[in-house]
């Protein structure tokens, strides 16, 4: 009998290990900017007053300084993201409507996804790629899966809204683990 209780206990600790690292592992994807976590590693926490579209010729080309390699490049001066292929291609690249809470400039890595939620202004929504938090707030892309809510609310939100096709390629691209680059 003295085997298979201590059979039991390899068990129950071998889980709660387990349990424990996978805890770790998503605390470590909302640790603040500059705190050593690896989502934000790199990211500065400036704010800005307000948002300042670039002017340029092509409104709609990749910024220089956004990183290579395969990533999803989000502007949060042009309400913009480019979909980047490992050849530093641009696939897809549209508008987006951004939250009231804005993430800090950084690289940041795509920590989950689903496929259906409520986001916090009350809006069904599909297809979330979320990649960072700011004050508890989740910072992700997604679609509205109906009409929408109204903008007006007060609650704070992270989520950075596409229209349903661009929504549909972002879930296609950005599976977990995919760099997400934050840039003016």
């Known amino acids: 009998m003295a085997g298979t ?10 889980a709660a290990v387990g349990t424990v690292g996978f805890l770790a592992y998503q605390a470590s994807a909302t640790v603040p900017p500059g705190l050593g976590g690896r989502p934000g590693a790199n990211a500065s926490p400036s704010v800005a007053a307000s948002k300042a579209p670039r002017d340029r010729g092509n409104p709609g080309a990749l910024p220089s300084g956004s990183g290579t390699g395969e990533r999803v490049v989000y502007s949060v001066d042009d309400d913009r993201v480019w979909l980047v292929d490992a050849s530093n291609r641009v696939q897809r690249g549209f ?22 939620a409520t986001g916090t202004d009350g809006t069904p929504i599909e297809h979330v790629v979320r990649f960072t938090s700011v004050d508890g707030v989740a910072i992700g892309f997604s679609a509205a899966a109906g009409a929408g809510s109204d903008t007006t609310t007060e609650v704070k939100t992270g989520g950075i809204r596409e229209r349903r096709e661009d929504g549909d390629a972002m879930w296609k691209f950005a599976t977990v683990g995919v760099p997400v680059v934050v840039i003016r």
């Open 5 to 14: 209780s201590s059979g039991v206990v390899a068990g129950l600790t071998a």
């Open 95 to 116: 508008g987006v409507h951004p939250g009231t809470v804005d993430p800090p400039v950084g690289t940041y890595w795509v920590t989950s996804r689903s496929n259906t």
